[in-house]
């Protein structure tokens, strides 16, 4: 499959070598912070303390992040309610970023999986870092046809998209599938898996984006500037809505009538609950028809990591980068998937910093 062309600001040289016998004579670190919530100006390259592992964690040497819709929400703190969790004034864990690829630098006593030297990817609270602890597991084995900047794209939308087709939206081969926000993080995933599923797969994205679209080997595209999907012309077996903001009823006229919707974002609602509302009003809906209409929160769980990490390197799946950015330039990145210019991923590389 042809992917497109990954742009590329500042490339790394990687030594996993040196890394995996790396004994740092410090305890700091080079890492992205934010003492507020705000926009990406908020962001800036700071010397930290290196974080400390616990029994069940990794430390790992970060060689590249991964940027997805969800760090920005953490970096903005909208929807309001989303700041009960993570700090109400201000964020609790001022190193954003989640998804990582890297080398195993030491283990907590009770990790058995991995050891220093190992390459690995996964999820790790606050991965804009040099370093990040991370949960034994949360991580697996770094596929081996994958670049570290290619691996740090696949964690949370790789795992939201398998578990959104196969485990919410119980995806049977066969099925007609269409997926709303088919350029995005987790839409390029979501196509390349239920192509490898063997579902038939219609993609909606921008003019811009169709390219992108068929060339991950969508059946069917469409171009939602210009037709209207939800017409009630075409119907689905499984529809994944991926941060859109279609309305449901329009979502449901593209149904079967025992077809099963999966609304995996939304960027409506307001300031307070953003996407959630469409989300609550499905699933109070779906008891008293015959569709079934969801949505869910996917699991950060090294179980599908590993099945990601088998279909990858079987060749059925493959990141879509869009630009890597240096780790100095993470304001420029975000600030880029804001705009929603990116097609697939952004990534960061962070093992040579500034």
Known sequence: MNKGQDRTYAPAPIDTEAEAQMTPDDNTMKAIVQDEYGS??????????????????????????GLDRGTWHLMAGLPYVIRLGFGFRGPKNPVPGLDLAGTVVSV????????????????????????????????????????????????????????????????ESGQRVLIVGASGGVGTYAVQLAKAFGAEVTGVASTAKLDLVRSICADHVIDYTIEDFADGSQHYDLILDIGGNTPLSGLRSA?????????????????????????????????????????????ETHIDLER???????????????TTYPLDRAPEAMRRLEAGDARGKIAISVLEVV
Request: a negative charge.
């Open 308 to 322: 990601l990490s088998e279909i990858i390197e079987a060749g059925d799946l493959t990141p879509s980068v869009d």
């Open 40 to 65: 990406a100006e908020v962001l800036h390259i700071a010397e930290i303390e290196r974080p400390a592992i616990k029994d069940d964690e990794v430390l790992v040497r970060v060689h590249a992040a």
């Open 108 to 171: 907590g006593e009770k990790v058995t999986r991995f050891q220093p030297g190992d390459e690995v990817f996964g999820i790790a609270k606050g991965s804009f870092a040099e370093y990040a602890s991370a949960r034994e597991d949360k991580l697996a084995i770094k596929p081996t046809n994958l670049t570290f900047e290619q691996a740090a794209a696949v964690p949370v939308s790789g795992l939201t998209a398998i578990q959104a087709l196969r485990d919410v939206g119980r995806l």
């Open 255 to 299: 149904l079967t009538k025992t077809g099963t919707l999966v609304i995996v974002g939304g960027e409506e609602g307001g300031r307070w609950f953003g996407g959630i509302n469409r989300q609550l009003r499905a699933m109070a809906l779906s008891p008293f028809i015959a569709q079934r209409l969801t949505s869910f929160l996917s699991k």
